[in-house]
């Protein structure tokens, strides 16, 4: 006999965006006219994009943003939270995780504590898809999602990176989610798709070549050629829309219905391929690609919250988080009845 | 050595500028090629524009090319494999062959097959209601499978164009009175229903070939 799983909830998002704003400008004084991605829409470079400070972490900008939802629900606003879980785009060491000095940092002493690794620039669902089974499996009551991107301040703007078109697209921020057993904003379903047969497709290059912990001359970067980007297009165009539909179908509403659309936002092709492919308008499918550009993981809360903040949507609201990882190895999407925000 | 590509039309603008819509790498290199290829990649395509003008549809039917081609050029084979077409009996005019299309009530179609043994092309131009003018024209292209897909077996290629009686009967008199539909009528489902088609003929020629028996059967021959 099984009993329902009691209804958790992701009862609010608080986010954070360095200051440091960086025109499109900033990149054209550095381009390298051999570069053969420049014009390609996959690179087309954003208006703005914020960059975080060459020592500013990714503990550090979880805090950042920590402290967004503290200031909004009260200083007792983490006390409870046993469940705390990080990812970092851009590790701040290769070693260790982002989770124990986050915890340290905002004071709270959650019993789990997991750096998630993967789900790349959907690891904001992977995470709440995770959190919502430890919270309905009894085991805890209050999780932090918490994901940061920072590689737009460090990788994206060295000597040699910064020259390339794909260093324009990349910027910087931080999110965390609070996710409660509560009826008051529910998570309707999650879907999770793993395509592992893509995973050697995310590749790091350096010239000249080397192993990306090997000391040598060449600065790394994203080693993605035109013929790869197609693919990864390709995956995108065609994994994003299969997850939504598998959770709109679970949850019976049709994907044109939805109330809010938000997703990563690798660049304007795929946004636009997104909502077309869901019969979605694009004022539904909220994005901050102009003002942020790549946000990898923090792009789904970045976008989620700014369609909170400005009123886009309400109580009640039907919100599809949606996304994919790396070269398309991972791909998920998750519903939430939006409960509102607190006042 | 290039060949002397274009030079007439550079002579006859008196000006090296390639004319408009005109994109090969030596105007076009491939960084400014490439967005304008990425562009065009949607994750759907409307309805209207995959089949609005032209009517494609493809398959693969594991049979060996030359006898599916013998076949697809007998007229007669669409009284098997197409949906609505059935009873054909030759006219008074050689290659003519008159059938009625059951989609539109006893509608009489005329078909004349033209075939091309070398180029296993199959067309066949037709026409519901009269003779004369056979404007429904049905592009069919059976190859070899050996050498696009590296297996044995055959791949058939057909298209039809959206030519303008579709929209408009041209010969209106030639129709049987009260008659509520148009061929034309149903031009929006031609990519199904010619798929379905196309399924019929897979079906039949796999089944004789799997079977041993010949894919044009005896009654035909």
């Known amino acids: 006999m099984s009993a329902t799983p009691p209804p958790v909830s992701l009862v609010d998002v608080a986010t954070y965006l360095p200051e440091k704003r960086v025109p499109a400008q900033w990149y054209r004084r550095y381009s390298d006219e051999g570069d053969h991605l420049r014009d390609n829409p996959m690179f087309r470079p954003p208006d703005f994009r914020h960059h975080a400070a060459a020592d500013e972490s990714n503990v550090d900008m979880i805090e950042r943003a920590a402290a967004a939802l503290v200031a909004r629900h009260g200083p007792d606003a983490l006390a409870g939270v046993d469940v705390l879980l990080t990812h970092s785009q851009l590790p701040d060491l290769p070693i260790v995780g982002a989770g124990g000095e986050v915890a340290h940092r905002l004071g709270i002493a959650p019993e789990w504590i997991i750096d998630v690794h993967n789900g790349g620039c959907a690891a904001f669902v992977l995470m709440l898809k995770l959190a919502r089974q430890l919270l309905a499996g009894g085991t805890a009551r209050t999780a932090l999602i918490a994901v940061a991107q920072n590689a737009a301040g460090k990788i994206f703007t060295q000597g040699q990176v910064r020259t390339l078109a794909q260093a324009a697209v990349p910027g910087d921020g931080a999110a965390v989610g609070l996710v409660a057993l509560s009826e008051e904003s529910p998570v309707l379903d999650v879907e999770c798709r793993n395509y592992g047969n893509n995973a050697v497709d995310m590749t790091l290059a350096a010239d000249p070549p080397r192993r990306w912990w090997e000391a040598g001359p060449g600065e790394g970067y994203v080693g993605f050629n035109e013929g790869k980007i197609i693919k990864v297009l390709a995956r995108g165009n065609r994994q994003v829309p299969e997850v939504v539909r598998a959770v709109c179908e679970r949850i019976g509403v049709k994907p044109g219905d939805l109330d809010l659309l938000v997703t990563n936002q690798p660049n304007r092709l795929l946004l636009r391929n997104w909502n077309e492919a869901l019969g979605i308008s694009p004022e539904r499918h909220r994005d901050t690609f102009g003002e942020c550009g790549n946000l990898f993981a923090a792009a789904i809360p970045v976008n989620f919250e700014a369609a909170v903040a400005d009123g886009q949507i309400g109580a009640g609201d039907i919100v599809m988080m949606a996304g994919f990882a790396h070269a398309g190895d991972f791909a998920a999407a998750a519903a939430v009845q939006w409960g509102g925000r607190r006042k | ?221």
């Open chain 2, 1 to 221: 050595m290039t060949l002397p590509a274009l030079e007439d039309i550079a002579a006859h603008r008196g000006s090296a500028d390639p004319i408009p819509g005109l994109t090969r790498i030596e105007t076009s290199p491939r960084e400014k090629a490439t967005p304008v290829i990425m562009e065009m990649i949607h994750a759907v395509y409307p309805h209207e524009q995959v089949f609005g003008d032209y009517c494609t549809v493809n398959d693969f039917i594991d049979c060996p090319p030359d006898e599916l081609f013998d076949y697809l050029s007998d007229t007669r084979c669409l009284e098997e494999w197409t949906y609505s077409l059935r009873g054909f009996t030759p006219t008074d005019e050689q290659g003519l062959w008159l059938a009625y299309d059951r989609l539109g009530n006893e509608t009489e179609i005329y078909t004349r097959t033209v075939a091309n043994r070398d180029a296993r092309t199959v067309d066949y131009h037709c026409a519901w209601d009269q003779g004369r003018h056979l404007w429904m024209i049905y592009l069919m292209r059976v190859v070899d499978a050996q050498v696009v897909f590296d297996k044995p077996g055959s791949v058939v290629l057909w298209t039809n164009c959206h030519h303008p009686f579709y929209d408009d009967n041209p010969y209106p008199e030639a129709a049987p009175p009260q008659r509520p539909v148009w061929v034309g009528d149903f031009w929006d489902m031609f990519g199904a229903g010619h798929l379905l088609e196309l399924k019929n003929l897979k079906a039949i020629a796999e089944y004789r070939h799997r079977n041993g028996l010949p894919i044009t059967p005896g009654w035909m021959r």
